[in-house]
């Protein structure tokens, strides 16, 4: 049996409205409504209550080893994933089903498997487009739903230590693709006469570190230099402290402190990883963060790419940074001293001259991903 969408959705709806006794404010309203423009609406929010209900899902495949278990043995029979993940068959039927009208997997008869290209985005944690941990953040965003809408009403903050749920954890998830796959190899590069300064030894400043993934990176790929990563949450700098422990990283070492007071001087490199415009007071993190540097000293900003207005990121980066933004991003910088609240799409001129306020005369867009702007600070 066919099922009905989205027109046919629609006619119904329209013929079961026309069926009570109002047949003329709907006649009106029908010449109101553009139908075509109601229809692809319609058919839009249908698909985005489907991804909605598939974050569970896909955090479940995560965490149980689906997904890694159909990479490795797939084609699989319903009976045989359920047998690989220890998991009971009734439930990976259905999984595997929902899985497979969402088109995260592929169902070929009564088996199904990974394409490589859906275990690059499900499977295969290195990847540079794997998104397992956009659907860890969107299930912190949900739980944080009510802290957020209350602060919409008082116009205060939620502070990053008070979001709901692993939020940083989700986070570190999230971006850490990213930095495996663009910042030694080309985030770095893109600078004027940095990664010459890390081969000879620098001293290196990672500040807003979170669980320090972005630090430990460059301290792995320059050991002659002194990496110290800097977060202003305690729980964030004891998970980067176990992180470099377990990776035997020598040199690197983290601490508690805030962009705007940290104690270093004398730095060849301060690095800012998608965190600035998360900062209650910017500005006076860019001016300390001068006086922190070497006269000839760099500050690498790493942001959320964005247009300089409204219309440049009305995309689906765009979709996901704005809804971030307000879930996290604004909340956060609006519960510290200042609240600036540059939000996640506060596009490369916003940022030139919250830089430039700091002191630094030479701001430019060194490099550029879909997600990510490079700026680069002298």
């Known amino acids: 049996m066919r099922r009905p969408y989205p027109s046919a959705i629609l006619l119904s709806m329209g013929g079961a409205r026309r069926s009570v006794a109002r047949r003329s404010a709907m006649t009106q309203m029908d010449q109101i409504l553009d139908q075509g423009r109601l229809e692809a609406l319609v058919g839009r929010v249908l698909g985005d209550l489907g991804g909605a209900m598939s974050v569970p899902l896909v955090r479940?495949?995560?965490?149980?080893?689906?997904?890694?278990?159909?990479?490795?043995?797939?084609?699989?029979?319903v009976e045989d994933l359920a047998q690989a993940t220890g998991c009971h068959a009734r439930y990976v039927r259905e999984w595997l089903s929902a899985q497979a009208a969402s088109g995260y997997i592929t169902s070929e008869g009564d088996r199904f498997r990974l394409t490589p290209e859906q275990a690059f985005v499900f499977a295969e944690p290195d990847s540079p487009v794997a998104l397992i941990g956009a659907f860890d953040t969107a299930a912190a965003m949900v739980e944080n739903q009510a802290k957020v809408q209350a602060a919409f009403k008082t116009g205060q903050?939620?502070?990053?230590?008070?979001?709901?749920?692993?939020?940083?954890?989700?986070?570190?998830?999230?971006?850490?693709?990213g930095y495996v796959n663009a910042l030694v190899q080309e985030w770095l590069p893109a600078l004027d006469g940095v990664v010459d300064r890390l081969e000879a030894g620098a001293k290196v400043a990672d500040v807003g570190c979170g669980h320090g993934l972005s630090t430990?990176?460059?301290?792995?790929?320059?050991?002659?230099?002194?990496?110290?990563?800097?977060?202003?949450?305690?729980?964030?700098?004891?998970?980067?402290?176990?992180?470099?422990?377990?990776?035997?990283?020598?040199?690197?070492?983290?601490?508690?402190?805030?962009?705007?007071?940290?104690?270093?001087?004398?730095?060849?490199?301060?690095?800012?990883?998608?965190?600035?415009?998360?900062?209650?007071?910017?500005?006076?993190?860019?001016?300390?963060?001068?006086?922190?540097?070497?006269?000839?000293?760099?500050?690498?900003?790493?942001?959320?790419?964005?247009?300089?207005?409204?219309e440049e990121n009305l995309n689906p980066v765009g979709r996901l940074y704005y809804s971030a933004s307000t879930m996290i991003c604004v909340p956060t910088s609006l519960a510290q001293e200042t609240g600036l609240a540059l939000g996640a799409q506060a596009g490369r001129e916003r940022l030139k001259e919250v830089i430039r306020s700091g002191g630094f005369t030479r701001v430019r867009e060194a490099a550029r991903t879909p997600l990510n702007m490079v700026l680069e600070a002298t």
Not at 60 to 77: F, V, W
Not at 157 to 165: E, F
Not at 243 to 267: C, I, S, T, Y
Not at 290 to 306: H, I, N, S, Y
Request: aromatic fraction near 8%; charge should be negative; include cysteine.
């Open 157 to 177: 903050g939620v502070a990053w230590g008070d979001q709901a749920g692993c939020l940083f954890c989700a986070v570190a998830r999230l971006f850490r693709p």
């Open 216 to 310: 430990i990176l460059m301290a792995q790929a320059f050991p002659s230099s002194e990496f110290i990563g800097i977060d202003f949450h305690l729980g964030s700098i004891a998970a980067a402290t176990a992180h470099a422990q377990a990776h035997e990283v020598k040199n690197v070492r983290f601490e508690v402190g805030r962009a705007q007071d940290f104690p270093h001087r004398n730095l060849d490199l301060v690095t800012c990883f998608d965190c600035l415009h998360d900062m209650g007071d910017p500005e006076a993190a860019a001016a300390h963060i001068r006086q922190a540097l070497k006269p000839d000293g760099t500050w690498m900003v790493v942001e959320p790419a964005a247009g300089d207005r409204l």
């Open 60 to 77: 479940m495949g995560d965490a149980l080893g689906l997904y890694a278990a159909l990479k490795e043995i797939g084609p699989a029979t």
